[in-house]
């Protein structure tokens, strides 16, 4: 029975390895759903004003998904190796394909908090019943007496209205209502189908075989486990070879004795080194030979980054 659950646990946790950004952009959108029901119900409170229901309506959903967009740009490892590299070598290796693919990919990773609110924000109605309650057209509504205009319907989202009123009330919030979640369920629709677009046109355009991109995949993910890994070791263990040189002792635990012991450390990587695996990488060959990352590059001893006669392009941001 104990075998039966561990190899379980080790199927699901292999599973889950391989679903990484998948399980990931999952928990951020079901972080963002959280966060925009938690707005509605704490911080949402329209105005019920003409002019001032439709800006705010509007920032209601456009300036929290804005700011949901910065924060994944700023967040994504991926834009910062692109500084990187503009910073250190530039863009004139990459082609125009390469460039958008680049930009497509951050911008891509990013957007994912920011249509999940806005999603949520068009399929729950407040914010678009608030920003056009009073944009309906009085003609429209059967019998709505003459002297009602904007400044009636756009007390309609408050509830603020005379009581003769109630039905035209609920005539004017189950339309925009409508309205409201057919933008929704249509941006769905039309997100699914560009994100199955691009899953297809990568796998058509791609050099490499669906076996080889997954080994690259499984070969990224593990290089950057075994190089976070090490860089922690490798810091700890020159902090305190510095620590003692400057005390004259240093306080270890047991397991910090026994890395400090086992792997001696001579001496600190220098800046070039650093700079020649920081940065985007664009999948190369080196005579029929593949190069996974920067890292396996500069451990061939290739120089460059631009495009060889035998090599394929193919993007990918380092991590």
């Known amino acids: 029975m104990a075998a039966l659950i561990a190899e379980n646990f080790r199927f699901l946790s292999l599973f889950f390895k391989s679903k990484d950004v998948m399980i990931f952009n999952g928990l951020v959108a079901l972080g963002t759903v959280g966060s925009e029901e938690l707005f509605s119900v704490v911080a949402f409170h329209c105005p019920c004003s003409p002019a001032r229901n439709y800006i705010y309506g509007l920032a209601a959903i456009g300036v929290p998904a804005l700011a949901l967009f910065l924060i994944g740009v700023i967040w994504n490892n991926h834009t910062w190796n692109l500084v990187a590299e503009c910073h250190k070598r530039g863009v004139k290796n990459f082609s125009a394909a390469a460039t958008f693919l680049l930009f497509g990919s951050i911008m891509g990773r990013a957007s994912v908090a920011p249509i999940t609110w806005s999603v949520i ?10 920003a056009l309650s009073e944009f309906v057209k009085p003609s429209s509504l059967d019998k709505l007496p ?4 904007a400044e009636v319907l756009a007390k309609i989202p408050c509830r603020d209205v005379p009581a003769n009123l109630t039905k035209f009330r609920d005539e004017v919030t189950r339309r925009l209502r409508y309205e409201s979640q057919l933008f929704g369920w249509l941006l769905i629709g039309i997100v699914a189908v560009l994100v199955f677009l691009t899953k297809c046109l990568k796998h058509c355009c791609s050099p490499l ?3 080889q991109e997954a ?5 990224r993910s593990n290089e950057d486990k075994l190089f976070r890994r090490t ?5 700890r263990i020159l902090a305190a070879k510095n620590v003692k040189q400057f005390f004259g002792f240093v306080a270890l635990d047991k397991e910090e004795k026994e890395l400090v012991q086992e792997f ?3 001496g600190v990587q220098p800046s070039p080194q650093w700079n020649a695996i920081t940065g985007v990488y664009i999948y190369r ?4 030979f593949p190069l996974y990352s920067r890292l396996h590059k ?4 290739v120089e460059g980054n631009g495009p060889t006669p035998e090599g394929h392009e193919l993007l990918f941001l380092a991590s």
């Open 121 to 130: 924000s068009l399929l729950r109605g407040e914010a678009y019943i608030c």
């Open 146 to 149: 003459a002297e009602y205009g």
């Open 209 to 211: 075989s669906y076996r």
């Open 215 to 219: 080994y690259w995949a499984q070969y």
């Open 231 to 235: 860089a922690e070791v490798h810091s």
């Open 264 to 266: 001696p450390v001579e």
């Open 285 to 288: 060959e080196n005579k029929g």
């Open 298 to 301: 500069w451990a061939k001893g």
